[in-house]
Every structure is written in C-alpha cells, then in structure tokens.
C-alpha cells in the first residue's frame, strides 16, 4: 500500500533524512482484549460454545460502533496458505456478533458480522494471507447465547462476477416486482458491506437524464434480502447498501449524476431467496437549511434550531409519537425508516468517546448519530430489529455539533430513555499542522492504522509532493515513475514530508510515552523536531 497518482508525473530525490527513535515502544496489543489463552480452530473443525463462558473486556471494535458490552471468546485461526475463508456463526438464541482480527487487538479488527438478533453470522475473507488471526464471538448489549462456529476454507468458495446481461430497467417512481429465485448466483461479497450474499441476486439498471436525490426501498419480502447500488456492474464498485435483518424492508439514498447508469441488485443473505417489490422515489436535491420533502428538520428546519439538548451522563425521556415524519431515509447503510423522528443536540466540548444508548422500547426505534442536521450527515447508525435496545459507541469524536435522531422503523411509535455517556478515549488523535514547504515530523500516538492511505486521506494527499523516511528512501505520491518504497506509519521514526500547501493531517490510536529519552541515529548527525501536534 501507499500513495500514487497517475495525475502528475513529477519526482522528488532522497534527501538525506535522519531520524529519531521516540516515545515508547508500542503497547503489548490486547491490553483491553484477554488473549492471554484463545481456543484453537483449524480450517474444517465446528465447535460448539457459549460467550457466557467468556470474558466481558472489550467493550468496542474499531471496524464498526455497536456496543458489544457482552462476554466475548476468543479463537486462534492459523491459516496455512493463502485462500479464500468463511467464518460462520449459528445456532443463537441472543444476539452475538463476530469479528475477524489480526493481531488480537480490538483495534486491528480486519472484518466483522453484526446482523440481528438470532439471524446467523458469516465473514467471508476472500484470498486471506496465510498466518494467523483471532476470531471473537461477542454479545452485544450484554447478550448471552449457546452457538455453534465453524471455519471453511479453500478456493471452492467463491465471489464471482455480477451478471448484468438483460438486467431490467427501474425508473424514478417505478415499482418492480421480483423473486431472486429466478436470479444468477454468483456473488457473495458486494465492496461496501461485509455480509454473506451467497443466495441468488437479481439485477436493475437505473439512471436519470438530470441529477436527482433518489431513495430506494425493498419491502414485501418473503426472505432474508438485502439491498445494493452500483457504479458499475461490478460488486467491488458498490457504493451504497442495505443490510438488516429477517423480512424488515431495506432503503438506500443517493444523488444521481443525470445521465449516468447506475446498478441495483437485490441479494439474498446467507442462502436465502424469495419475492420482492422494489421502487424507486426522486427529488430535486435541496439547497441546505431549506423546506425540503426528504430532509430531516420540516418547515423551517425547527426540529434541528429547536432540538432538545443532551448533556454527559443525564438521561432523557421521550416518546417518538410527538416527532414529525419528515426524513426517511438516512445516507448510513441500512437506514430507512419511514416514521417520526425526534432530534437532539449534542454539544461535544473535547475528543471523547461516546457511547449512545436508546432503551425501554416497546417498539421497533431506531438511532442515528449526525455531525450536521441533514441526512446526508448520518455518521453511525443503529438500527436492530424489533423492540431490541440500540447501542453505539462514537470512539475519538472529534469536539463540535452533533444531532441524534430517534426514529420509528415503518411507523413504529414507542416511549424511550435515551442517554449519552462521555469518557476519555480509548483513542488519541494528533493533529499537526503542515506549512508550505519540508515539514519534519513525528507522532505521539501509536496509530490504529499504519497504512499511508490511512495517515494521510485524499484531501491531504493531493498537496504532498514527496514524502522521506528514516531509510532515506523516498516517493512522490503522484508520480506513476517514482514507484512507493514503503508501505506503513513507525511512529519511532521520524518522517521529512514536502507540501505544495498548507495541510493538516491526524494520526489517531493509543498514547505513546512522552517521557522515554529520544536517541538518535548514527551519521547523519543533524536532528529534528516534531511539528507541533496538538494531541487530544
């Protein structure tokens, strides 16, 4: 992994970089994750459990935000060659989730299975390096079950390519019928959601001649089906998703660009298959803060100017009955809800994490956490079946604005307590300013993600024109003819990056040891300072 783009052709020479060996050594992983005695499972072998059984540590993942406060058991998965992998987990009588980690870390989760209740659980790891990971059977909100885990492997298990040839066409404000009985099986895995497709898909075209905000819904289902959109006909190109469980409709929202095709495929989860009714419905986009039929807030936008403001620790009650029906679609997956919303603020002082936690449901409620009072702002999501309590943990979130949103699954109408608890994080983010020029740099933190896709985002990309480490070697990020030297972020070292502007970047994970002496390396003798980085 590392930066390239086609776009510039331009290079930047070594420049001679000396380093510092700083902070700490990075922290023991599973420090909040009891590894210390995982149970063995080879390609081929079920066992049979209970995460009762199991240790309550780890209370979050860094791959998703749902609240697994639960007992978790941990397996050992050594695979010896590089193929493809299925991790399935049935036979709950409460809801568990599964995670997929390498190391045993809960911030080194690589994939994840988080469908409701008692619906199984599957992670299917396509062409998974040989070595070895950890698998976690977790209870989410403190869910307790018997189960039943197994582990398939080998190149039989296949995610094939998306047959789109005759695929029909589904137009703004049309509704087709289907049953993916009559589909292809091909695919298994789409690129923007993790769950196990390995039912028959069928497959829609759609497009519009001017741009249009367009919402999607499944509903009349018979079986387990869930919902994707397209750029391409190509499950990889995925860019938007569906994924609950049992027969509860699916949606998606997004804008179209006119003219342009885009693919809907209806995919049944875990081997299932049935009847659907799929429509689609289209809006001019709205300008923001305007009288909008698909936005959140209604006249005026007076839900978001007059929403209740939560506080740390002090819990509300509420009734969605006393909401207004005016956003039904959110843009997190699997977010339609077609009932009333109530809306909160939320006023994030310092980056903290916070966990949300709607409960004493007599009816299907869902929740949503929003970094701006639009749709289109929907940062994390929970939304399991019937009356179950919903639960998420925002980790590191940043301090500002936030709008949380308590809605009604198709209508559903039910008192609540809701509450927001606020703690120091888990995770740690250093934001450090870069002027116009060479920047020498190092992090205090130890980063959850040391890839340099991750370090440095899109935004910040675009202004690099060359970044140098410890080992002199050297790449422009854009340049197709100075291939990448190195893949990953040591925060030991220190790092000589050149910006065409100024940018800010933000490495993110666990605290490092600000007291350690720094020593520094042989020849050549000249040091260098971090840039000021603000750690919070």
């Not at 903290?352 to 639009?374: K, P, R, V």
């Amino acid at each position: 992994m590392g930066l390239n783009n086609p776009s510039h052709t331009g290079s930047f020479a070594p420049l001679g970089l000396s380093y510092i060996e700083c902070l700490k050594t990075p922290p023991s992983p599973g420090t909040d994750l009891d590894c210390s005695a995982p149970i063995p499972i080879a390609c081929g072998e079920t066992k049979v459990g209970n995460n009762a059984n199991g240790i309550a540590a780890a209370n979050t993942y860094n791959c998703f935000p749902n609240l697994v406060d639960g007992a978790e058991v941990v397996y050992q998965f050594t695979n010896p060659v590089a193929q493809n992998v299925l991790i399935t987990l049935t036979g709950l009588q409460e809801d568990l989730e599964l995670l997929l980690l390498k190391p045993c870390d809960r911030n080194n989760c690589m994939d994840y299975s988080d469908r409701t209740g008692t619906s199984p659980e599957a992670i299917f790891a396509q062409s998974l390096p040989a070595g070895t990971y950890f698998i976690v059977v977790e209870g989410y909100l403190g869910s307790t079950s018997t189960y039943s885990i197994n582990v398939q492997c080998g190149n039989s298990i296949v995610n094939g390519a998306l047959n789109c040839t005759g695929a029909p066409a589904i137009t703004c404000g049309q509704t087709q019928m289907g049953n993916t009985a009559t589909g292809s099986d091909q695919v298994i895995q789409y690129g923007c959601a993790p769950a196990y497709m390995s039912g028959k898909e069928k497959v829609f075209v759609f497009s519009t001649p001017v741009q249009k905000v367009v919402q999607v819904k499944l509903s009349g289902l018979s079986a387990d089906l869930d919902l994707f959109v397209l750029d391409q006909c190509d499950p990889n190109d995925c860019f938007k998703s569906s994924n609950k469980s049992g027969t509860e409709e699916e949606g998606v929202v997004f804008t179209a660009t006119a003219g342009k095709t885009y693919y809907i495929v209806v995919d049944g989860y875990f081997d299932q298959e049935g009847s659907f009714s799929l429509s689609t419905t289209c809006f001019d986009p709205c300008p923001p803060n305007v009288d909008c039929p698909y936005e959140i807030g209604g006249p005026g936008n007076q839900q978001c100017i007059n929403a209740q403001v939560l506080e740390c620790g002090q819990p509300v009650s509420g009734n969605n009955s006393t909401g207004q029906a005016n956003a039904s679609f959110y843009a997190c997956p699997g977010s339609h809800t077609n009932g009333k919303e109530v809306v909160y603020k939320f006023q994030n002082t310092t980056t903290q994490d916070i966990t949300i936690i709607l409960s004493g449901l007599s009816a299907n409620l869902d929740l949503y956490l929003l970094n701006g009072c639009s749709i289109f702002n929907c940062l994390f999501s929970s939304h399991k079946s019937g009356n179950s309590n919903e639960g998420m943990v925002a980790q590191a979130l940043p301090p500002g604005e936030y709008f949380i949103v308590v809605d009604g699954y198709n209508g559903a109408v039910s008192g609540y307590s809701l509450v927001v608890t606020c703690s120091d994080p888990a995770v740690h983010c250093q934001m450090m300013d870069l002027v116009e020029g060479t920047n020498f740099i190092s992090s205090n933190v130890v980063p959850l993600d040391p890839a340099i896709e991750v370090m440095f985002p899109p935004s910040a990309q675009s202004k690099i024109v060359a970044i140098e480490n410890q080992y002199n070697q050297s790449f422009s990020p854009f340049a197709q003819s100075n291939p990448n030297d190195f893949d990953d972020w040591d925060f030991r070292k220190g790092y000589r990056i050149k910006v065409l502007q100024p940018v800010t970047i933000q490495v993110c994970g666990e605290k490092a040891d600000p007291h350690t002496p720094i020593p520094m390396s042989p020849p050549p003798r000249r040091a260098f300072r971090s840039t000021t980085g603000q750690l919070t």
